[in-house]
T-cell receptor
Framework: GNSVTQMEGPVTLSEEAFLTINCTYTATGYPSLFWYVQYPGEGLQLLLKATKADDKGSNKGFEATYRKETTSFHLEKGSVQVSDSAVYFCALTGTSGTYKYIFGTGTRLKVLA | NAGVMQNPRHLVRRRGQEARLRCSPM?????VYWYRQLPEEGLKFMVY????????ESGMPKERFSAEFPKEGPSILRIQQVVRGDSAAYFC?????????????FGPGTRLTVL
């Protein structure tokens, strides 16, 4: 079945460092891919998404490119801020209109001033 | 434009009691999804509902759990005779349609603690 694998955290970076959080997936067909962010004590917020191969999702300085050849959707940001500290979830929704989101286990990011 | 609303935000119950979690979808959204997040884990799909219909409850435990989305009012996730293992964050999401790649918008969650 479909699955998502994220790099384990926590990831600790200094402010202005470059961020990469790896996400790979297993799926039949062409799923849509998402990154959600969860700040402490809050729900999930959509950060970005991509719906087909080679699409690049971007928002608030974060980017991720849908790579079908490597089945990956790695999250990157050139310069992180303390306010980016949160848990990041990679997710996919199935092909053929499937509505069940499959989430990775989340990667906790801590950015130090 | 209010987002998905859930209440209560925190709920404490003793073993054997009932828990009722409420979710009001975004305006104009007719599809509701419930997910459960156990500590240090990702979210797991539980159930998908439309108004007055349960479309898919394959992720919901067969015993003690039920969900509804009435014609009027919020969607309700009900857990009867709670046990400690039910302690988790329960998130509701909504979408305007069930089309391919339709984005789901999540509420802030209800954190259930069973003593």
């Amino acid at each position: 079945g479909n699955s998502v694998t994220q790099m384990e955290g926590p990831v600790t970076l200094s402010e202005e460092a470059f961020l990469t959080i790896n996400c790979t997936y297993t799926a039949t067909g062409y799923p849509s891919l998402f990154w959600y962010v969860q700040y402490p004590g809050e729900g999930l917020q959509l950060l970005l998404k991509a719906t087909k191969a080679d699409d690049k999702g971007s928002n608030k300085g974060f980017e991720a490119t849908y790579r079908k050849e490597t089945t990956s959707f790695h999250l990157e940001k050139g310069s992180v801020q303390v306010s980016d500290s949160a848990v990041y979830f990679c997710a996919l929704t199935g092909t053929s209109g499937t509505y069940k989101y499959i989430f990775g286990t989340g990667t906790r990011l801590k950015v130090l001033a | 434009n209010a987002g998905v609303m859930q209440n209560p935000r925190h709920l404490v119950r003793r073993r054997g009691q009932e828990a009722r979690l409420r979710c009001s979808p975004m305006k104009g959204h007719s599809h509701v999804y419930w997910y459960r997040q156990l500590p240090e884990e990702g979210l797991k799909f539980m159930v998908y509902l439309q108004k007055e219909n349960i479309i898919d409850e394959s992720g919901m435990p067969k015993e003690r759990f039920s969900a509804e989305f009435p014609k009027e009012g919020p969607s309700i996730l009900r857990i009867q005779q709670v046990v400690r293992g039910d302690s988790a964050a329960y998130f509701c999401a909504s979408s305007p349609d069930r089309g391919l790649a339709d984005t789901q918008y999540f509420g802030p969650g209800t954190r259930l603690t069973v003593l």
